[in-house]
């Protein structure tokens, strides 16, 4: 068994590096994969999940916004795609812990996806399917430290 992969730390200095970090880590991923972001309210989730998303070809950043009432937003790549659906979760207003069945989230789970979750703390589940945790925190008014930790399959 290889060693895991180990954790990365980048600092940010803007909005704009968030985006471009995200959109050099798109290059590294491929379905399925579950990609966790955890940090306080405006640590820059959404931020760095725009530039994921338009570096796997599957929106635009201006289209992607945090689908705080929806629950979940779907961006499907143009074809030829590198990955499958790309679905961004964001459970800031969920209380409790519900699981995906409850969030009707189980689906997403069953096809080849790229799922981002913002909260995840909210959630209790095995999502049977390698993860990537992403923790970001202010370090001041545009800085953010954004820590990276590759974790194999449950
Ligand atoms: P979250 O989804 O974590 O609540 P957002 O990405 O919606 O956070 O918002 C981050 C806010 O912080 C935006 O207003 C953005 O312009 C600002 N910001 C300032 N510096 C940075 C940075 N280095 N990286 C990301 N966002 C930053
Ligand atoms: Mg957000």
């Given amino acids: ?26 290059a590294e991923l491929k379905p399925p994969l579950l990609i966790l972001l955890s940090g306080d309210l405006g640590a820059g989730k959404t931020t760095l999940i725009k530039g994921i998303v338009a570096g796997l070809g599957a929106a635009a950043e201006d289209e992607v916004t945090s689908p705080t009432f929806t629950l979940i937003h779907k961006y499907q790549p143009a074809l030829p795609a590198r990955t499958g659906p790309v679905y961004h979760v964001d459970l800031y207003r969920i209380a409790g812990l519900p699981d995906l069945e409850t969030l009707g989230l189980d689906d997403i789970f069953a096809e080849n996806s790229i799922v981002l979750i913002e909260w995840p703390d909210r959630l209790a589940f095995d999502p049977g399917r390698p993860i990537l945790r992403i923790r970001l925190d202010h370090l001041d008014e545009s800085s953010r430290r954004i820590s990276l930790s590759p974790h194999r399959s449950p």
């Fill in 1 to 26: 068994m290889p060693d895991p992969q180990p954790a990365r730390e980048v600092i940010t200095r803007s909005p704009e590096e968030t985006i471009r970090l995200g959109r050099e880590l798109a």
